[in-house]
């Protein structure tokens, strides 16, 4: 069954705690994306990656990494930097031949 | 500054009319547009695209248009159905080839009611 699979579905991070979400593919998509959603918001870009070993931030990177080892697999860290974290995360994927991303079902982080 | 508007927050409509949901973009380089389903606490699910080189597509009960001169694109659903109640999102890409982020609008609630 092909999908992309977020873990886990809720997170609780303790103040200067560095917290990592997964996300995993078994589309054969080179493209993954982070987007983070706020109440009442659309979804806001974090990073991407076109192939593994590399990636661009998108519009609201700071006080999060991410890395690209496999092609299946596309980690993102939430560090201590992160000032507000609270917020529904997405991961995405795609062919770099096509437009439209295909979304997980999403991370929930909440701080305690 | 947002760059691809949904002005409308909730829309509310009956159940077998028409659901029309408008999106506006500032950006003229956008050359690819999409529209996501989102139930809470769940991830988008793709519904249709249009290609900045048609006016119209149509899959099924959706139908997209674009209005290129106005910025404008927006999706009907005919007839609209209960299953239909979520939050839809407009989005847009500049890319041209694809592998780029997406720029989302805020979301319109659409509520069919019975």
């Known amino acids: 069954d092909g999908g992309i699979t977020q873990s886990p579905k809720y997170l609780f991070r303790k103040e200067g705690q560095n917290v990592t979400l997964s996300c995993e593919q078994n589309?054969?998509?080179?493209?993954m994306y982070w987007y983070r959603q706020d109440p009442g918001q659309g979804l806001r870009l974090i990073y991407y990656?076109?192939?593994?070993?590399?990636?661009q931030k998108g519009d609201i990177a700071e006080g999060y990494s991410v890395s690209r080892e496999k092609k299946e697999s596309f980690p993102l860290t939430v560090t201590s930097a992160q000032k507000n974290p609270t917020a529904f995360y997405l991961c995405a994927s795609s062919t770099t031949r096509q437009e439209t991303q295909y979304f997980g079902p999403g991370t929930r982080l909440l701080v305690l | 500054d947002q760059q691809v508007k949904q002005n409308s927050p909730s829309l509310s409509v009956q159940e077998g009319r028409i659901s029309i949901l408008n999106c506006d973009y500032t950006n003229s380089m956008f050359d690819y547009f999409l529209w996501y389903k989102k139930y809470p606490a769940e991830g988008p699910t793709f519904l249709i695209s249009i290609s900045s080189i048609k006016d119209k597509n149509e899959d099924g009960r959706f139908t997209v248009f674009l209005n290129k001169s106005a910025k404008h694109l927006s999706l009907h659903i005919v007839p609209s159905q209960p299953g239909d109640s979520a939050v839809y999102f407009c989005a847009a890409s500049l890319s041209g080839g694809g592998a780029d982020g997406l720029t989302f609008g805020k979301g319109t609630h659409l509520i069919i009611q019975p």
């Open positions: 589309l054969n998509h080179d493209a």
């Open positions: 990656s076109q192939i593994v070993n590399d990636f």
